[in-house]
C-alpha cells in the first residue's frame, strides 16, 4: 500500500512539475472542401500557467504561402463573440491578428476562404456563404490552411461531425468484437 502511495505522489509530483511551461506556439493544420466552409479551433490563455503576464497573443496563416488559397482569420471569445477578423495583414494574402492584454480564458479561431466572412459579430450566426456549393475560389488552388498561434496555453481543432461519427462506430465495431468473444469462451 505503501509503495502505491509513493507512486502515486511521484508521478502527480512529475505531472504538476511537467503542466508550470512557458506560453506555447502551436500550429494547427486543416482543409476546406469548398467556397462555403470553415475550420473551427480553440485555445486557452492562462497567464499563471504560461507567464504571459501581457496576454499578448499572436496568430497568423501561412496558407496563401504555401500555395493554398486566400485564408481569413477570426478570434472570438468563449461565448462566440467577434473580438477581430483579419483577410489580409499577413505576407501576400495571409491572415495575422495580433492581441495585446488578451485576458484569460477559452478562445475560438476560424479559417475561411477570403470571401466567406461572419455574417454577424457571433460566431454561431454563421458565415456569408453557408448554404452555397462550390469549390474554392479559384479553384486551381490547394484547399490546406494552417495557422500558427504564439503566446497561449493549450490549442487545438474542434472535430468534424464526421469524426466524431466515425468515432463512434469504431468504439461500437470493438465493442460488438469483444462482446462477441466473450460468447466464444
Given at each position: 500500500m505503501k509503495k502505491k502511495l509513493l507512486w502515486a505522489v511521484?508521478?502527480?509530483?512529475?505531472?504538476?512539475?511537467?503542466?508550470?511551461?512557458?506560453?506555447?506556439?502551436?500550429?494547427?493544420?486543416?482543409s476546406l472542401t469548398g467556397k462555403n466552409d470553415y475550420a473551427v479551433?480553440?485555445?486557452?490563455?492562462?497567464?499563471?500557467?504560461?507567464?504571459?503576464?501581457?496576454g499578448v497573443v499572436i496568430s497568423f496563416t501561412d496558407s496563401f504561402q504555401a500555395g493554398n488559397f486566400d485564408p481569413s482569420l477570426g478570434i472570438w471569445d468563449s461565448l462566440g463573440n467577434l473580438i477581430k477578423f483579419d483577410?489580409?495583414?499577413?505576407?501576400?494574402f495571409d491572415a495575422f491578428i495580433k492581441?495585446?492584454?488578451?485576458?484569460?480564458?477559452?478562445?475560438?479561431?476560424?479559417?475561411s476562404n477570403w470571401d466567406n466572412a461572419p455574417k454577424s459579430n457571433n460566431l454561431w450566426d454563421g458565415f456569408k456563404n453557408d448554404g452555397l456549393s462550390g469549390g474554392l475560389v479559384p479553384d486551381s488552388w490547394g484547399n490546406q490552411w494552417s495557422v500558427t498561434i504564439t503566446g497561449v496555453a493549450?490549442?487545438?481543432?474542434?472535430?468534424?461531425?464526421?469524426?466524431?461519427?466515425?468515432?463512434?462506430?469504431?468504439?461500437?465495431?470493438?465493442?460488438?468484437?469483444?462482446?462477441?468473444?466473450?460468447?466464444y469462451r
Open positions: 511521484m508521478a502527480s509530483g512529475l505531472f504538476l512539475a511537467s503542466s508550470a511551461s512557458e506560453a506555447a506556439s502551436f500550429t494547427l493544420t486543416g479551433g480553440w485555445f486557452t490563455v492562462d497567464s499563471a500557467l504560461t507567464g504571459n503576464l501581457d483577410d489580409d495583414s499577413g505576407p501576400g492581441l495585446d492584454n488578451l485576458r484569460d480564458g477559452k478562445f475560438f479561431f476560424t479559417v493549450a490549442a487545438g481543432v474542434v472535430p468534424e461531425p464526421e469524426t466524431w461519427a466515425m468515432l463512434l462506430a469504431g468504439l461500437g465495431l470493438v465493442g460488438a468484437v469483444a462482446r462477441r468473444q466473450r460468447g
